[in-house]
């Protein structure tokens, strides 16, 4: 039988969370990784160089996109967003490990993502050829009200079933998708670059990308960390069309 549900009151966000949590990562880690190749056991000396000597070096490999230099680092994020971010999250399986919060191990609290009025509503075109622009006030005064009256109703349910004895593995079943979760993601500055490439807009990208609001929310403030631990490998990134090498 399940613990007794406790009375939690729902509460709504338009925003996501980003930390860092952890990191082994420095402009250094792709040189003493490059130099091996041809310095062998002196490339041990790239440890205590300053790496702005050799930033030529961080370009030309970002740009003929010699990229195992680029994982021999590490940074640990916590995250914080709805749902269907996550699920997006889990398309990038090479270079990252997921531990995400468990419903069938803890009661799921109530918070929910509700859009603020930055958000753009409406998206016009074909499919591969869309834009969103942003919906009018009705349309954003509909969206923040049936959104938080279907959570409601939803949690209802789920605090319901949980009362009754229904363990927390099946009454998580009826809520949706919009519900913030939680997850640690550890990736490498190849794999984040990746992800960068696809889930960001950036008016130095090489090839244009369309991500999803929400993931691009999270992409920009992993960005913000990522470039502070590693600027020259950001820069040259940038540089380079912000392709992944």
Request: charge should be neutral.
């Amino acid at each position: 039988m399940s613990d007794t549900p406790t009375e939690t009151k729902p509460s709504f966000r338009s925003d996501v969370t980003v930390e860092l949590v952890k990191h082994a990562a420095g402009d250094s880690d792709v040189l003493w990784a490059a130099r091996v190749s041809t310095a062998g056991e002196q490339s041990l000396e790239e440890l205590s160089k300053d790496p702005e000597r050799s930033k030529g070096l961080i370009n030309f490999l970002m740009r003929d996109r010699h990229g195992s230099p680029f994982e021999h680092n590490s940074m640990t994020f916590f995250i914080s967003a709805p749902i269907f971010v996550f699920r997006e999250f889990m398309r990038h399986r090479v270079g990252w490990s997921y531990n995400e919060e468990s419903g069938r191990y803890r009661e799921l609290q109530p918070v929910f993502y509700v859009p603020d009025a930055s958000r753009k509503l409406v998206q016009e075109g074909r499919p591969g050829k869309y834009v969103f622009v942003d919906g009018t006030r009705e349309q954003q005064e509909l969206t923040g009200r049936v959104m938080e009256e279907s959570y409601v109703r939803a949690y209802g349910a789920y605090q319901e079933m949980l009362a009754a004895g229904v363990a927390r593995e099946v009454a998580r079943a009826v809520l949706p998708v919009g519900l913030f979760s939680s997850m640690y993601a550890t990736c490498n500055a190849r794999s984040l670059m990746h992800f960068l490439g696809l889930r960001t807009q950036h008016e130095q990208a090489r090839t244009p990308s369309f991500p999803q609001r929400e993931i691009e929310m999270v992409a920009e403030r992993m960005e913000q960390h990522w470039a502070q631990l590693m600027p020259l490998t950001h820069a040259a990134f940038n540089a380079n069309g912000r392709v992944a090498p």
